[in-house]
């Protein structure tokens, strides 16, 4: 199967890379799928109705079996960035499974749980083990990801629920 990390954040100076690059490694260790880098900022997308839609968002979407959300914490919330990359696809969407990965001072869990409702409404099941990365403990000068080795544990956690959900939604689409 092929699996979608996608970076929610478009800011610059932003460390959704360095997070996604090591979710990468991580899962690249499960023989037998892809997992690649899906960033939001490379796809310039349109506020959501405001202008022609840039499709190949859509296409990316549809094309994969699963996503992992790199979800960062705005003023106790997702970015506006990644809400409106959920807005700009509908059924590209729909019975898939997700993992939701977070940071922030405080995990980035509010804003996980709202990535939780949304994907509820576009038909996406979010496991439950969220890896969440604290700005003060697994980064250095709030800008450097230095992630502790006993992180890893969660994240093999989180994958292990996403393939097999993933595996399961696959047989009930089309
Ligand atoms: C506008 C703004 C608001 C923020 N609000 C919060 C917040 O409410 N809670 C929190 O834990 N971190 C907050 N932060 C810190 C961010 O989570 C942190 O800067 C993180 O690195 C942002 O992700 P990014 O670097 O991928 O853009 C805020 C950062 C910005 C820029």
Known sequence: MKFGIILGSTREGRVSPQVGEYIKKVASAREGHEFEIVDVKEYNLPFMGTATPNLAWNEKINELDGYIFIVQEYNHAMAASLKNALDSAREE?????????????????????????????????????????????????FSDFKPGDHMDAGVNDMLDELLLWSQALKGIRA
């Open 93 to 141: 969407w729909f019975n898939k499974a997700a993992g939701i990965v977070s940071y922030g001072s405080g995990g980035g869990i509010r804003a996980a749980e709202q990535v939780r409702l949304v994907l509820a409404e576009q038909k996406v099941a979010d496991v439950r083990t969220n890896p969440a990365f604290n700005l003060f403990t697994d980064f250095e000068n």
